[in-house]
């Protein structure tokens, strides 16, 4: 198959372009600032630029992971988080309704307020606590209301990609290789981990169902910030030398306010029987052996 892929420098096309390239598709890998030599510069906010990419290379799939993912970003600046997250999948959305490609567009547990105590399954009503959250939400509602080929699978907190991870994890192991004998870490946000590379493991077992709809996919087992990073440390062989110290959000505060729970469950693949993903655990200990020794 030949795939559009919009967001490829990122951390879950890291993973996602290689898996999709070992099983012989076509990929048309594309970013707003190519991260290889094999990445073409495509903005998404450039609906012009994306209707003629597509006219020239005739995707029979896009595979939108294109995003702003910098919560406090989006927060501060909610122009550039809607142009991007919203208007950029409006964007790609138009161009498949025109062409009738099939859509796969990425979206977030950051749709939800965090007040179940249970994890989050599709059939919650979304009602996000950010401005990243609801930019992303309303590409979801767009891609729902123009295409009926289109697959939404929302993920969670992303780790993968190593030296290119912008998010929690990899701040955990920067601090440590600086040198950190304490972190100090948020215990009262709840949430479920999704390893770039299971993600893309497990993708196209979905895709290829050709059941389109909405799915969540996240890695099994849910946790807080803090339970995380005494993790990284066990798993770096640092316990007792790094120590971790629970504390309350309230002692961080951030520009965008967080929900209390972004834990999700993949109700819809467990009903299907196709729910492989792994114990994040078991993800995090094989992502930090693999990676820790590395410059
Ligand atoms: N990261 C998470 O924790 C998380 C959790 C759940 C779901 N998701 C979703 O998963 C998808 C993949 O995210 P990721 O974790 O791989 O994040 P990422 O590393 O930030 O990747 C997103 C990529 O999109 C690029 N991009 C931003 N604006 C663009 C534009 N206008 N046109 C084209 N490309 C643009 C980014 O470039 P710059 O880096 O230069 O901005 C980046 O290379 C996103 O849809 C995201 O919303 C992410």
């Not at 209707?51 to 550039?80: R, W």
């Not at 009602?127 to 123009?146: C, D, F, M």
């Not at 729970?261 to 052996?289: A, C, F, R, T, V």
């Amino acid at each position: 198959m030949k795939i559009l892929l919009t967001g490829a420098s990122g951390m879950l096309a890291s993973d996602v372009v290689p898996k999709l390239k070992s099983l012989k598709h076509k990929v048309i890998a594309t970013d707003l600032k190519p991260r290889l030599k094999d990445i073409m510069k495509l903005d998404v906010r450039e609906i012009k630029d994306v209707e003629a990419l597509v006219v020239k290379n005739k995707p029979e799939y896009i595979f939108h992971l294109a995003a702003e993912t910098n919560v406090d970003l989006c927060e501060q600046e909610p122009d550039h988080a809607y142009k991007t997250n919203t208007i950029g999948t409006e964007n790609i959305a138009l161009v498949c309704q025109k062409y009738d490609i099939p859509l796969l567009y990425i979206s977030t547990a950051g749709v939800f307020w965090g007040d179940k105590k249970e994890p989050y399954n599709e059939f919650d009503i979304p009602r996000p606590a950010n401005v990243y959250g609801h930019s992303k939400l309303q590409g979801e509602v767009i891609v729902q209301r123009l295409l009926s080929k289109y697959f939404i699978v929302r993920a969670g907190w992303m780790v993968g990609g190593w030296e290119i991870d912008k998010k929690f994890v990899y701040k955990m192991v920067t601090q440590i290789k600086e040198g950190k004998k304490e972190l100090r870490v948020v215990s009262d946000k709840f949430g479920s981990s999704t390893f770039t590379c299971d993600f893309a493991e497990n993708l196209m077992n979905v895709i290829n169902t050709n059941r389109y709809g909405l799915y969540h996919m996240t890695n099994k087992g849910t946790g807080s910030r803090y339970d995380i990073a005494l993790k990284v440390v066990e798993f770096m062989g640092l316990n007792g030398k790094v120590k971790v110290t629970p504390i309350d959000s309230s002692q961080f505060p951030l520009p965008a306010p967080r929900a209390n729970s972004e834990m999700m469950q993949n109700y819809k693949l467990d009903l299907l029987g196709i729910n492989n993903m792994p114990h994040w655990h078991d993800s995090l200990k094989k992502y930090i052996e693999k990676n820790k020794n590395k410059k």
